[in-house]
């Protein structure tokens, strides 16, 4: 007999993993980045007041944080303009993602997403043995109308879009997934809208759904607009009832102290988040004229990032990739084709998109041999 | 149709939560704790180290932490004595315990504790729909020989035992620990063996087990001796197939990147270590004497806390309690029969005790109506 003795479900699991850290990399080829453009991370910081409240907090930390996170929550509340109770907090997307799909998907339920879309969520939804029903992009976008008559087909339990989308950095306008949802959400299907980079769109593009509508549940981070990804703080707004029930399976105790008090502060700074909208922007800019000067197409983008079209294949775009990386430039790129013509470049300070604009002519005269 | 479908697991778990925090008992009362002495937390703190390390970590928490954890799980290693594919980091104990859980435990399958044990993992085993299996403490200590004994006998996949013991205090020797396992570990059955405590307890407490032993698999903690509890960081030695597989399940950037590098620095400052030792020694030997000087008994210890034996049944420990924390004392009790005769006393700093002893002959008095 073996020890120990694994679930059906934990044997059957491929031994993958979603991402391969930066600093992963770095050890493998034995320096550091000088430019860190890959993992959507805001580089432009967290707001100087989150800081300081993280740093007032260290010496508090023999402290377990608040199970309830409830200042952060009553704040979040504040912000959304819905109760405390429509409210969650959690330890990242990615740690929500993985309890809400534990509340819903035994093994063989449905589940519907887009080919090329957030690994992490497939990787929890495998991990509970679900069926991922995946749709290809069309023209770059997620397709909802199919996503919706595919949650219909196969009775899915959850639908997932992320809006705006990554890795392409497309959206929809909140109007029109509002409308979609009313229209064509299937009886018992579950809307999973992941608004992780919300902050960097146009106006419109954020749901402005019923909070208590129990079709729909959000997700939001403080990883990107605020800046905040090591610090692991994200939330999730829904229906109380659905909400509630994640204190059956969740870790309680699991939030880092410093990390709510940081996310508090952070949320409080307004002007810093304004600011940091508007580097986004600039950098966006910035990222497209490189490209364009290397005869690449950038795709528009409502996020932190840019996704450029390098106009070959996948192999050549890997290629690039690599040869960006062997330059020091961490950057990362879509799965799928064929949206894996494309790099996907993080927006990044105007140091950092110098370090890319000039290792970019190289890279692509080595990846065209 | 209900919105949303949730599993029938999910459906037919209790909406109950494993502890309420001090906080939320705080905003129940209307008025902060003058002592809080009820989580175990070690209120002496962090090294200062660890506190500067996370402090200038705060800059940086715009990165992901490492997925790997690699500096920390290297250190570890080396403080171990074992090779990096023996540890794994993670979310603390509950974080790795629920993961732990998740590995072997499908419905049904059995797994065997103490009653009156710590009740997080409880909640993840009857969270994955594992049957519990519960046997009594004997003498205030876990019942070991009886505990493999239900392994076997029930077929068990997993063995609980925290060593040393909370809520009591109480521990076993190494020695004996490992005799038993050698003599009694099932076929098959995993012994999961929590060490949350035991940086405070004797020599020859801590097990000395091969690592690559695939019948064990040891957690530890930098909550508690490390004053890190708001941090989220605890790690688990065992056999690299079984370290692997948790890379199946786990959130691999769900650690706090400040609190990466805080456990590192701490880890590397074992002067701060020995000092907190020696203060936990003091405040045990100081609450034994606050309890007999009101005519109860310390049970003795090898944690940051004692157990008090109020002489009585458990209703009337609960009535101390409750007279406690209208006093501004936090404290927590064994939950079961008869160890629910005690109320549990973390060890705090001369003035927190000094609250302590003011407090306690008047909640006696009311307790005793």
Redesign the interface.
């Known amino acids: 007999?073996?020890?120990?003795?694994?679930?059906?479900?934990?044997q059957g699991?491929?031994?993958n993993?979603?991402?391969?850290?930066p600093?992963?990399q770095e050890?493998v080829r034995g320096a550091a980045f000088t430019a860190?453009l890959g993992?959507n991370?805001?580089?432009?910081?967290?707001s100087p007041k989150?800081?300081e409240a993280?740093?007032r907090?260290?010496?508090?930390?023999?402290?377990?944080?608040?199970?309830?996170s409830?200042d952060l929550r009553h704040a979040l509340a504040g912000h959304m303009g819905c109760a405390p109770e429509n409210i969650l907090v959690g330890?990242?997307i990615?740690?929500l993602l993985?309890n809400l799909v534990?509340?819903?998907?035994?093994p063989g339920?449905a589940v519907v997403t887009s080919d090329g879309a957030y690994p992490t969520f497939n990787y929890h939804v495998t991990?509970f043995g679900g069926a991922l029903h995946k749709l290809p992009y069309r023209e770059d976008r997620e397709d909802l109308p199919a996503l919706l008559a595919m949650a219909a087909k196969v009775d899915a339990?959850?639908v997932y879009l992320s809006n705006p989308d990554n890795p392409m950095g497309s959206w929809h306008k909140a109007a029109d997934i509002q409308r979609e949802i009313d229209a064509h959400l299937p009886?018992?299907?579950?809307f999973l809208l992941d608004e992780a980079y919300v902050e960097f769109a146009p106006e419109g593009t954020a749901l402005e759904v019923d909070v208590n509508d129990?079709?729909v549940i959000r997700m939001r981070t403080f990883?990107k607009a605020y800046?905040?990804?090591?610090?692991?703080v994200g939330y999730a707004i829904g229906?109380p009832d659905?909400i509630?029930?994640f204190?059956?399976?969740r870790?309680?105790?699991?939030?880092?102290?410093?990390?709510q008090a940081?996310a508090l502060a952070a949320l409080q700074d307004r002007q810093w988040l304004a600011q940091t909208q508007a580097k986004v922007a600039e950098a966006r800019k910035a990222i497209a004229a490189i490209a364009v000067e290397n005869g690449l197409v950038a795709l528009p983008s409502a996020a932190n990032f840019v996704a450029v079209d390098c106009r070959q294949d996948g192999d050549f775009a890997r290629r690039v990739l690599a040869a960006l990386s062997a330059r020091g430039i961490f950057v990362r790129m879509p799965f799928v084709a064929p949206q894996d013509r494309c790099i996907r470049i993080s927006c990044g300070r105007p140091e950092d998109l110098e370090h890319l604009a000039q290792a970019l002519p190289e890279a692509l005269d080595e990846a065209r041999g």
């Open positions: 007999m073996t020890h120990p003795r694994y679930t059906d479900l934990i699991l491929p031994a993993v979603p991402f391969v850290g600093e992963q050890r860190r993992a991370e805001n580089i432009f910081g967290p989150a800081v993280m740093r907090g260290a010496a508090d930390i023999w402290k377990y944080g608040d199970a309830s409830h330890e990242g990615d740690g993985g534990r509340l819903l998907i035994a339920d991990g339990k959850l009886e018992g299907c579950l129990p079709r990883s800046g905040m990804a090591g610090a692991r229906a659905l509630r029930s204190d059956k399976i870790n309680h105790f699991g939030m880092n102290r410093m990390a940081g």
